[in-house]
Each structure stands twice: as structure tokens, then as C-alpha cells.
């Protein structure tokens, strides 16, 4: 997904949560400047930042790729972020909170109506 894209669908779920720039800038922690750029697709948005987005505009992560993403783009998605930790050490830990998650969520999924 390019910059334009990925800004578009920020912008659409920004405006049904009645958000101005500011407001989304203020809970991500970035000025109306960078939520405007990464809007028009002139600022690249980090795979870091796509799950704070995600929690303030209350959609889930692969809202900003509905339609785009193949399950090798999921596994590249993942994996990048991963490899870039500093030691293995991060990365076992990494893993430990991915399983538990997992679980948290399958316990979750097996208990609703």
C-alpha cells in the first residue's frame, strides 16, 4: 500500500471518530503537522506507529490494509519490525507476549456467545 493509501484510510477512520488532526495528534503523540502529512501521504507512516494509530482511531491494524495485505505481506509485517531488535533477548520476549496474546484471544473467541 503506498503513502496516499494508507493516509486515506487514517483520514476516513479519523473523521468517524469525530477527530480533528489535533485531537488524533495528541493521542499518538505527534502534531497536527505530522497527522496532516501522514493524511496527504507526503510523511511515510512507520510500521512502529500502525498499532498506536490503530488504538486511537479504534480499528484494527489491518483496517489500513483491508484488501491489500497476502499472507506473505503479513509474515513480512510481522518479521520486520521483529529482526530489527537489538538482541535475542527482546526477540525471546517478543515471542513469550505474542503466544500469551494468542492464547489471551483464543480463550477469549471460545468463551463469546
Request: glycine share 4%; net charge negative.
Amino acid at each position: 500500500m503506498d503513502s496516499e493509501q494508507l493516509g486515506l484510510r487514517i483520514k476516513q477512520a479519523r473523521e468517524r471518530r469525530a477527530l480533528s488532526q489535533e485531537d488524533l495528534g495528541q493521542l499518538v503523540e505527534k502534531d497536527q503537522r505530522a497527522i496532516s502529512e501522514y493524511e496527504s501521504g507526503k510523511r511515510r507512516v512507520l510500521a512502529i506507529d500502525l498499532p498506536v494509530l490503530a488504538q486511537a482511531l479504534e480499528v484494527p491494524i489491518l483496517y489500513f490494509f483491508e484488501g491489500e495485505l497476502a499472507e506473505v505481506d503479513l509474515d513480512h509485517a510481522l518479521l520486520e519490525p521483529f529482526h530489527r531488535l537489538p538482541s535475542l533477548d527482546y526477540q525471546q520476549t517478543l515471542v513469550n507476549l505474542l503466544y500469551q496474546l494468542c492464547e489471551a484471544i483464543l480463550r477469549n473467541e471460545h468463551s463469546s456467545p
